[in-house]
């Protein structure tokens, strides 16, 4: 069982910057992919950023230049700092993760993989 959690949300005015967190837990054997997804009221889920276990990003197109996605491998952690926020970032954002949990042969050989969600944690930009 792996688990996300998200951290870091809340209420900044146009212009400022919020950074978010997520931390993986539980049985992980390894995490290839996190990345930052978000959903704002009567729109689909979009891609915000991604990272590799290598350090490759990708971004969203509305996101690039003012966001940046960063990766702690060694803490199954990703951080998104997002800066010069607009009212249109206003989302709930979701970190997503996807990886191989542990088998009952421990470190040895990896068990089911996985490909889960967070919570999601609410952004707010307005004056």
């Known amino acids: 069982q792996v688990q996300l959690e998200e951290s870091g949300g809340g209420l900044v005015q146009p212009g400022g910057s919020l950074r978010l967190s997520c931390a993986a837990s539980g049985s992980i054997f390894r995490i290839n992919g996190m990345g930052w997804y978000r959903q704002a009221p009567g729109k689909e889920r979009e891609l915000v950023a991604r990272?590799?276990?290598?350090?490759?990003?990708y971004y969203g197109d509305s996101v690039k230049g003012l966001f940046t996605i960063s990766r702690l491998n060694a803490e199954n952690t990703v951080y998104l700092q997002m800066n010069t926020l607009k009212p249109g970032d206003a989302a709930v954002y979701y970190c997503k993760a996807h990886g191989y949990a542990c088998s009952t042969y421990g470190w040895r050989a990896p068990g089911p993989h996985f490909e889960n969600w967070g919570q999601g944690t609410l952004v707010t930009v307005s004056e």
């Open positions: 990272v590799d276990s290598g350090g490759g990003s």
